[in-house]
């Protein structure tokens, strides 16, 4: 990692790391063997970064490119980018039910549902 660590999370179990970047790389790291398992990247700088507590390979980040994404560890590819707000996201959080998530950016909150209902 060569700019600076904006955020980090580690998932429930302990066993992985995941780091935001200012460039927009995410970094995720195995720490049972303490070596990066992949990278993704962002357009912008990386402001939040939240795994899910069921899936610890599933992770949700959030950027200056006003963008919510959601990761696979397991490739580290995207699953879906979310877009919605004008301006800069700053977090992302999920409901105690794990079946949705809000993000806040500059611009306000949006709710999210994770389920088709």
Same mark, same amino acid.
């Not at 970094?27 to 195995?30: E, M, P, T, Y």
């Given at each position: 990692m060569e700019a600076p660590v904006e955020c980090v999370t580690v998932t429930q179990t302990g066993n $992985? #790391?995941?780091a935001g970047c200012g460039d927009g790389v995410l970094? *995720?790291? @195995?720490l049972t063997v303490q070596q990066q398992r992949c990278q993704m990247q962002h357009e912008?700088?990386?402001t939040s970064v939240v795994t899910h507590p069921l899936a610890e390979h599933l992770i949700f980040s959030t950027s200056a490119d006003k963008t919510l994404r959601l990761w696979d560890a397991r490739t580290g590819g995207a699953v +879906? *980018? $979310?877009r919605g707000h004008k301006e800069m996201l700053h977090h992302v /959080? $999920? @409901?105690a039910q794990r079946q949705r998530f809000v +993000? /806040? #950016?500059d611009d306000g909150m949006l709710l999210f549902n994770m389920t088709n209902d």
């Open positions: $992985l #790391a995941v970094s *995720v790291i @195995d912008n700088g990386v +879906t *980018v $979310l /959080c $999920l @409901d +993000t /806040c #950016a």
